[in-house]
């Protein structure tokens, strides 16, 4: 059984940064497809960052040059490097995995349309962690 554990969140101003992890375990880490999606109050979730096999990754458009999806396979932990966070930023961000094949969708349409969300994209991924809450005040 796959389990994701995500930790890091918090309460930062707007402006600041914060890091977050998820430690993966029962499964070999570098066969899934690992990536971050957020939700906010009211609204669907979205894919935030994914990261490929390859070392290729994807972002929403409204934090590229702001986060950093990164992976240490060796320790089997995902991590999210998020700088200038804004008001916006504020929802419970959940550490996800999925196939290959499912990862390309998420990855291609980020890509090309700068964002991927509701259930057309969440229902591709098949982890989930609990989440971890980042709040952003002004």
């Known amino acids: 059984q796959v389990h994701l554990a995500e930790s890091g969140g918090g309460s930062v101003q707007a402006g600041g940064s914060l890091r977050l992890s998820c430690q993966a375990s029962?499964?070999?880490?570098?066969?899934?497809?690992m990536g971050w999606f957020r939700q906010a109050p009211g609204k669907e979730r979205e894919g935030v960052a994914i990261?490929?096999?390859?070392?290729?990754?994807a972002y929403v458009v409204s934090v590229e040059d702001r986060f950093t999806i990164s992976e240490d396979n060796a320790k089997n932990t995902l991590s999210l490097q998020m700088n200038n966070l804004q008001l916006g930023d504020t929802a419970m961000y959940y550490c996800?995995?999925?196939?290959?094949?499912?990862?390309?969708?998420?990855?291609?349409?980020?890509?090309?349309?700068?964002?991927?969300?509701?259930?057309?994209?969440?229902?591709?991924?098949?982890?989930w962690g609990q989440g971890t809450q980042v709040t952003v005040s002004s």
């Open positions: 996800t995995a999925t196939t290959p094949d499912k990862c390309q969708f998420v990855r291609t349409r980020l890509r090309t349309t700068g964002e991927c969300s509701g259930a057309v994209c969440s229902s591709l991924l098949t982890y």
């Open positions: 029962g499964y070999t880490y570098n066969t899934w497809c």
């Open positions: 990261a490929d096999f390859d070392g290729s990754t």
